[in-house]
Nanobody, 124 residues
Framework: QVQLVESGGGLVQAGGSLRLSCAAS????????MGWFRQARGEEREFVAA????????HYADSVKGRFTISRDNAKNTVVLQMNSLKPEDTAVYYC?????????????????WGQGTQVTVSA
């Protein structure tokens, strides 16, 4: 069992930055490939970024590539999403999730545990 709690959301102007953190409890965090997803109002949840168990492999949605960076610290049971050059279209609730497979994936259905989300609002 893995419990996930996101933090770091808020209101920022376009062009600004935010740093989202996801704290995990439970002894199996290091067996999770971790992902960040987001869901804008009235839209479906979409993949943002993922990182492998050891942190060596990452993958990003095209819409955030070059602006967002995902990283993890297994000693601290945390995963971070650094978001730079934010745009109004990045406004959404952001969720972290754990996938207990060996590989990283963008498929929502393959993630086993989810946090409750943190709101990110980017004003024009």
């Amino acid at each position: 069992q893995v419990q996930l709690v996101e933090s770091g959301g808020g209101l920022v102007q376009a062009g600004g930055s935010l740093r989202l953190s996801c704290a995990a409890s439970g002894r199996t965090f290091s067996t999770c490939a971790m992902g960040w997803f987001r869901q804008a109002r009235g839209e479906e949840r979409e993949f943002v970024a993922a990182v492998s168990r050891g942190g060596a492999t990452t993958h990003y949605a095209d819409s955030v590539k070059g602006r967002f960076t995902i990283s993890r610290d297994n000693a601290k049971n945390t995963v971070v999403l650094q978001m730079n050059s934010l745009k109004p279209e990045d406004t959404a609730v952001y969720y972290c999730a754990c996938n207990q497979a060996v590989y990283i994936t963008i498929a929502i259905s393959e993630y086993d545990y989810w946090g409750q989300g943190t709101q990110v609002t980017v004003s024009a």
